[in-house]
């Protein structure tokens, strides 16, 4: 084909790809009407945007880089004055060049400025350096920390996230205080974000486990120990709190009065292994002992010390139960029930002859309804992977097709994920309405978790509209493949709404989805909310390294360049999560120079030869309301 008539045939690609973009706004028009004012021309877009993906593009797209021409793939923000160029630029190349360029609702540069104002509206005003904000999950310990709260908004933290899963009402009271007050001494804005739990599937409880301790000395390479387990002796009521892991046994009051800074005391553990505690230091309330080998201590076990051919015995008062667990690996059956009693672990005969199998109970049985032989099932973040073979009135029945390890420990209050199944959970559980309230009069923005649907976001509206907080920002979190399939409708939904933006918690969204294919399906995200000019929030295991333990990976690092094209990066809570959120944010201020969303921005290359280049670069123009 020649370039003419090359030229002639993809100006009758754009023709269509625009009738096209007309005809899905007649399909949306009951949609677009019920959209918030603010959101019109962003929900249009997305309406065009959703219309030019409805079709493959690119045989259109290789054809038009051919030409040296734009290949539409940058067009989510303003779809059709995009489609509109080229369609200007090919008629330019046949020859048509005084015909004038059509102009769409709303521009190129418009469309980017739609998207900085909801960004503002949602978010707040970036900070000086990053267009990108951060979010910051806080700790329970935020509300009586003094300095956490300020040296966070410090380091750069704009946006505070109080997780309703976790903590009260009085311990969110405080933290929200605390952020005032920091707001009010700063000069800074820090937004408040609640989230609220949703319905999340996790296991029930388990049956408690023995009253047990196990002392265990830490030893070096070369088995020799390098540290004894530390052991406070005390009556039950005089527990202590040193800056060191202890384990407390509690004892009789009167025999601590037969020990000094010499005493050793003789018992058997529950192996029948005789065993010493050799006390090193006696208090008012109590004395301090360390043993030098593996010991399993049970309440009971009786304690014996000698004192001038005198001896003097005590038995170990209640303890605290271990926590159960279910031991799991592949070809086992696990019973998942209805109802609330606690779990066990499958029951033997003789010769491992099965009598029951293991069991354990869903903390929201509603979903049995919606659940059918065949249909995949995953718990405890993916570690344990089965499929449901049998669905009864009040079990179901899962064969186990995996288990991290060969064999793993599924415990209490751990999620579970139905990636095949068509649940008609509600968007809103009893506790989120409550928190909810609690919400609307503390926070700048609320968070609805596990959004499959649209009716999901019209039932967090018309909760909001009951309690007078129409007003208030909301985030839809896309986390469920089935939310994933619904978004354009999702997203149309919450912009009834002003301001609003989507979350994408790539956590159970990667269980479900599979981790081979969360690259892409994050990537869909961040296109589709681009178009809806919707604010991004990238989430889940952001630093987790180096919040947790003081060292990010090398993937860490090359995911916050990723996530560089969101408006907002959230942490989650850590020992190091003050300095993580200084790294984030240099991280983030050193990459905007090269990257706008998905677009590569080429600033001057500086080489080691020349450290020195200075380079003198337009000023920017500020967000609006940039302090």
């Known amino acids: 084909m020649g370039r003419k008539n090359e030229i002639q045939d993809l100006l009758k690609e754009m023709k269509r790809i625009i009738k096209r973009l007309r005809r899905f706004e007649e399909t949306y028009a009951s949609k677009l009407e019920k959209v918030h004012p603010e959101n019109h021309q962003s929900a249009l877009n997305l309406v065009h945007y959703i219309a030019l993906r409805s079709e493959d593009i690119r ?57 900085t104002r909801h960004v503002v509206a949602l978010l707040g005003a970036k900070r000086k350096g990053s267009r990108t904000r951060i979010m910051v999950t806080l700790p329970s310990s935020a509300g009586e920390d003094r300095h956490l709260i300020p040296d966070l908004v410090k380091s750069g933290m704009s946006i505070a996230r109080i997780n309703c899963s976790h903590d009260t009402p009085e311990e969110w009271s405080k933290m929200v205080e605390k952020v005032h007050k920091t707001r009010k001494s700063s000069g800074k804005i820090v937004k408040i974000a609640m989230d609220l739990g949703g319905p999340k599937l996790r296991t029930g409880p388990l049956e408690p486990g023995p009253r047990i301790v196990r002392l265990r000395p830490k030893r070096d390479l070369m088995g020799r120990i390098v540290a004894e387990p530390l052991v406070w002796l005390a009556p039950e009521n005089h527990p202590t709190t040193p800056n060191r892991e202890y384990v407390h046994l509690p004892v009789e009051a009167d025999f601590l009065k037969h020990l000094d800074d010499t005493s050793i005391i003789e018992f058997h553990d529950t192996r029948e292994k005789h065993c010493q505690l050799r006390v090193h230091r006696t208090e008012a309330n109590g004395a301090w002992a360390r043993c030098n080998k593996s010991a399993y201590v049970e309440a009971g076990t009786r304690l014996s010390v000698l004192e001038e051919d005198d001896e003097h015995s005590t038995e170990v008062g209640e303890l605290p139960r271990l926590p159960h667990a279910i031991v799991l690996k592949e070809g086992d059956t696990l019973e998942i029930t209805r109802q609330s009693s606690p779990g066990s672990p499958a029951q033997y005969g003789e010769p491992d002859e099965i009598i029951r199998p293991a069991r354990i109970s869903c903390q929201v049985p509603e979903v049995f ?48 994920n139905l990636p095949d199944s068509n649940l008609s959970l509600s968007g809103l559980t009893r506790k989120d309405r409550e928190d909810l309230r609690f919400a609307a009069e503390h926070a700048d923005i609320v968070s609805l978790s596990f959004v499959n649907s649209a009716s999901d976001v019209g039932e967090l509206c018309a909760a909001l509209d009951e309690i007078g907080a129409a007003e208030l920002g909301i985030v839809l979190k896309v986390e469920t493949m089935k939310g994933f399939k619904q978004l354009p409708d999702i997203l149309l939904a919450g912009m009834s709404r002003y301001p609003m933006g989507v979350m994408i918690a790539r956590g159970d969204l990667a269980i479900e989805a599979g981790w081979q294919n969360l690259a892409r399906i994050q990537e869909e995200i ?63 201020q050193s990459m905007e120079e090269y990257q706008d969303k998905k677009a590569p921005l080429l600033p001057i290359w500086h080489t080691e030869e020349d450290p020195g280049i200075k380079v003198k670069r337009k000023s920017k123009k500020k967000d609006p309301g940039t302090p």
């Open 59 to 115: 045989p259109i797209q290789i054809r038009l880089s051919q030409l040296g021409l734009s290949q539409l793939g940058r067009a989510e923000r303003h779809v059709l004055a995009s489609v509109f160029a080229v369609q200007h630029t090919l008629k330019s190349l046949a020859g048509k060049s005084g015909l004038p360029l059509h102009k769409a609702e709303f521009s190129i540069k418009k469309g980017k400025k739609l998207l």
């Open 526 to 588: 961040l296109w589709m909310c681009e178009a809806a000019h919707a604010p991004i929030i990238w989430a889940t295991q952001v630093l987790e390294n180096l919040a947790k333990n003081g060292q990010p990976s090398r993937a860490e690092i090359s995911d916050v360049s990723i996530a560089e094209r969101a408006e907002c990066v959230m942490l989650n809570k850590g020992p190091h999560i003050v300095e993580t959120v200084g790294t984030l944010s240099e991280i983030l």
């Open 369 to 416: 309804e919606d659940l059918k032989p065949g249909e995949s099932i995953m718990l405890d973040d993916g570690k344990l992977k089965g499929v449901i073979k049998e669905v009864s009135g009040d079990r179901i029945s899962v064969q186990v097709s995996y288990a991290l390890g060969g064999a793993l420990k599924l415990k209490a209050d751990k999620g579970i």
